[in-house]
């Protein structure tokens, strides 16, 4: 049995993506302006051997549905949503080896500082951290830039390959490894002759400069990515690192099969990919404690917020349509992957409100998992075996007390199996996710456009 | 007496303001990519009383020197430079009263998102965060952003205004004080009809959309600038809470005094403004020893480099003058203040590249305090009593030791003296200033934004 791989998702808000479930009495999500939280809950993953604790995040009002945000504020549907990145540096204070992901939308950065807030990341957590690359879905952010709206989907993902350009070369291309002699007798921390300025001319960006930076550990982060649509699969198979997938089995399974071939078709080795599927779980010392739990967190969870947030996701305002009225398809790329997840799931193609409905686990879309540790272990062992998938995302639903009990009862029920590491290998989060240096391999875009070290010490 | 205000000066680089310290054999700063540096020394300054630690930071290579960033890169220049603002977290989490102070450039910034990383660090910090608005002054930094030079300085200043307008609004007017009774049982965490969308229409910049955070302490962080031309000082007036100005007495004395005056013209109170001088301080338990301390200092400061430094500063090579050959004088506004210091401190107007040498005390121009702890608190106090000014930014020297050396043995004098604080006030940074609670007043130009909350809990 191969080792699975964990990481938590959590983000710098109250109403994240579990819908309501901040309302319950022993939730602390509440806490989310707090570092005090943040650093006794990365203890706690960190105590429970997580690989990373994953921060989404989104820019932008959720106010599709009824046409505007009350819905979304009342129920704190990602609004309001602190800077997830600040929260790192206090974590990665407190822990060792956690490894931190998060999440940024590329298309209101300037690439040139972004670069630069990526490797302070990365210098500060020693090697530690992970961008989720996203583009945005939310005309509201674009309005908030000063545009009309947002770019059209695929040129969107266009503007994405330009900017990734970009930050790979000012990360893996302008400082040379040893560029740093740091030499205080001779005055001479870099050599000049060893920094190269970039000169990027792109359809999208202009950027003509060295790094700002000297190299991290990692250089570059570890590249999460979830891109759903046939453009967005293209993207993960070029570009991701880890990839987050959801669906039943043989959807995962033929997505995972989709993105490793693409992979492969750029050139890349299949096995420099990791896979994660979002599971949503309820665990507890036996399974009708779990089914107790499960019920009594359900009195909190609001699938009607979760309409709110679906509202935005597909563009389709819910809130016109009755209960059971057929929802008209819009068929534009970026809702139909949704679409085609509600459908599956559900018998015939019409779907409607209360089937999305009926698809909510404690306010979340991701695949449910309840019961005793045995009954989760066994279930996580199941998808990793049946569907090639490397490990898991795991949603929040009331926390602490959701990551606290998976740490106390699900974990040492995977190790005690063998299927989960006891103790961390040391290294960066790259090293300890793929086992082959710091650093991302030459076949990958970005590896190909490292510079190497002109005095030898190549990497 | 009244009580002297005291920040502490540095940046995420090597090379910083103190240029060739960095080779002192005792000298840390190299390890300013290591969280428990900057976490040991803002308990350092916390432990003596500092009222904050100011990040100072730069965008762009320093290359007009020789045309070139290489004299720069050597020394280590300012460059490499990481991210300040991603320290804060770390430090903020470490200590309980220390302000942190951070200069970012507006330039390059969307308001939208540079708005909500403010209020994150106010959040995470419990409101002891202060902005040092800049708006850059190097062309390399345009061409890092696609752009083939910088806006003509008077023109950053507009565009300047115009983004502090954008950011005031999200920050005082978007949200008002009563909008979230974060209330569990009705799940009702924020009230639609107080959460306000702006819709700003400037010259630079439209941003429509409710601010993304929820209000901070300070809502607005501590306002910190340093403009020395004449559209800088009205920048300042309008703006600063905290001021910094450098030169002799009679200049810092005239310059507090314009400004005060500028600030009262803007229909402010020149009460509500705070004045700091940049002063180097090589302090012993003797004069001898400072005296000794500072000629050690001395052998491994590089004005060289601080030329390399200046070049930029001014837009003149000064690589290209022989030592005393008088150097051209450009009347660009950006270099008049500079040029006015170097000539005021010289004989007769001509300048040259060995006055600007002679200037510089351990690589920095900043005013030099050399003595034990008795002749070093005299001079600040005089400067306090003479000037108007309020207090100092301590540039660093050799890292941490000169702020030790300066917390251990300056602190105690002042403190003795009763002209220094031996204990913290409680509140936000910008309410042990002041004294006057955590917000701006009503008639800063940002206050004047602020929303009364219409539910009659107004502030």
């Known amino acids: 049995m191969k080792q699975i791989l964990?990481?938590?998702?959590?983000?710098?808000?109250?109403g994240d993506i579990a819908h309501g479930l901040w309302t319950h009495p022993r939730d602390q999500s509440s806490r989310y302006?707090?570092?005090?939280?943040?650093?006794?809950?990365?203890?706690?993953?960190?105590?429970?051997?997580?690989?990373?604790?994953?921060?989404?995040?989104?820019?932008?009002?959720?106010?599709?549905?009824?046409?505007?945000?009350?819905?979304?504020?009342?129920?704190?549907v990602q609004m309001p949503i602190d800077d997830p990145l600040l929260l790192v540096p206090a974590m990665a204070h407190a822990t060792r080896h956690l490894g931190f992901g998060v999440t940024a939308n590329?298309?209101?950065?300037?690439?040139?500082?972004?670069?630069?807030?990526?490797?302070?990341?990365?210098?500060?957590?020693?090697?530690?951290?992970?961008?989720?690359?996203?583009?945005?879905?939310?005309?509201?952010?674009?309005?908030?830039?000063?545009?009309?709206?947002?770019?059209?989907?695929d040129e969107r993902y266009a503007r994405a390959e330009d900017f990734m350009d970009v930050v790979y070369k000012l990360w893996e291309g302008s400082w040379e490894d040893d560029a740093l002699p740091r030499d205080k007798v001779a005055g001479v921390y870099a050599l000049p002759e060893k920094v190269h300025a970039i000169d990027h001319r792109g359809p999208y960006y202009r950027v003509q400069g060295a790094h700002l930076s000297e190299p991290s550990i990692?250089?570059?982060?570890?590249?999460?990515?979830?891109?759903?649509?046939?453009?967005?699969?293209?993207?993960?198979?070029?570009?991701?690192?880890?990839?987050?997938?959801?669906?039943?089995?043989?959807?995962?399974?033929?997505?995972?099969?989709?993105?490793?071939?693409?992979?492969?078709?750029?050139?890349?080795?299949?096995?420099?990919?990791?896979f994660f599927l979002g599971v949503v779980v309820v665990v507890a010392p036996?399974?009708?404690?779990?089914?107790?739990?499960?019920?009594?967190?359900?009195?909190?969870?609001?699938?009607?917020?979760?309409?709110?947030?679906f509202s935005s996701q597909t563009g389709i305002d819910f809130s016109r349509y009755g209960l059971d009225e057929p929802i008209s398809l819009v068929k534009t790329e970026s809702v139909q992957s949704f679409v085609e997840s509600v459908t599956s799931k559900s018998a015939g193609k019409a779907w409607t409100v209360r089937k999305l409905l009926?698809?909510?686990?404690?306010?979340?879309?991701?695949?449910?998992l309840i019961g005793s540790p045995q009954r989760v272990a066994d279930a996580l062992e199941s998808w990793v075996r049946e569907t090639d998938i490397d490990g898991f995302n795991l949603?929040?639903?009331?926390?602490?007390?959701?990551?606290?009990?998976?740490?106390d009862l699900v974990i040492p029920e995977l190790q005690?199996?063998?299927?989960?590491?006891?103790?961390?290998?040391?290294?960066?989060?790259?090293?300890?996710?793929?086992?082959?240096?710091?650093?991302?391999?030459?076949?990958?875009p970005a590896g190909a456009l490292r510079r190497a070290a002109s005095g030898g010490a190549s990497t």
């Open 6 to 14: 964990m990481n938590a998702v959590h983000m710098s808000c109250v």
């Open 33 to 76: 302006t707090d570092l005090d939280y943040w650093a006794e809950l990365a203890r706690t993953l960190e105590r429970g051997c997580f690989d990373s604790l994953f921060l989404a995040d989104i820019v932008g009002a959720n106010d599709v549905y009824e046409g505007r945000p009350d819905a979304a504020l009342r129920a704190a």
């Open 106 to 153: 590329l298309s209101y950065e300037q690439p040139y500082l972004f670069a630069r807030r990526f490797t302070t990341l990365d210098h500060l957590s020693r090697g530690r951290v992970a961008w989720n690359v996203v583009t945005g879905f939310l005309d509201s952010a674009a309005r908030a830039m000063g545009q009309e709206r947002q770019l059209p989907h």
């Open 218 to 274: 990692q250089r570059t982060p570890v590249i999460f990515q979830a891109g759903a649509s046939a453009r967005g699969i293209d993207f993960a198979a070029r570009h991701a690192e880890c990839v987050f997938v959801s669906g039943n089995k043989a959807q995962a399974r033929e997505i995972v099969g989709t993105i490793r071939a693409r992979a492969a078709a750029f050139g890349r080795d299949p096995a420099d990919l990791r």
């Open 286 to 309: 036996t399974d009708a404690l779990a089914q107790e739990l499960d019920a009594e967190y359900r009195r909190y969870a609001s699938p009607q917020a979760g309409l709110a947030h």
């Open 358 to 368: 009926e698809q909510m686990t404690l306010g979340s879309r991701h695949t449910p």
């Open 395 to 407: 949603v929040r639903t009331v926390v602490p007390e959701g990551f606290t009990d998976f740490v």
């Open 416 to 444: 005690s199996r063998g299927s989960f590491k006891t103790t961390y290998a040391e290294g960066s989060l790259r090293h300890k996710l793929f086992g082959a240096g710091d650093r991302l391999p030459r076949r990958h």
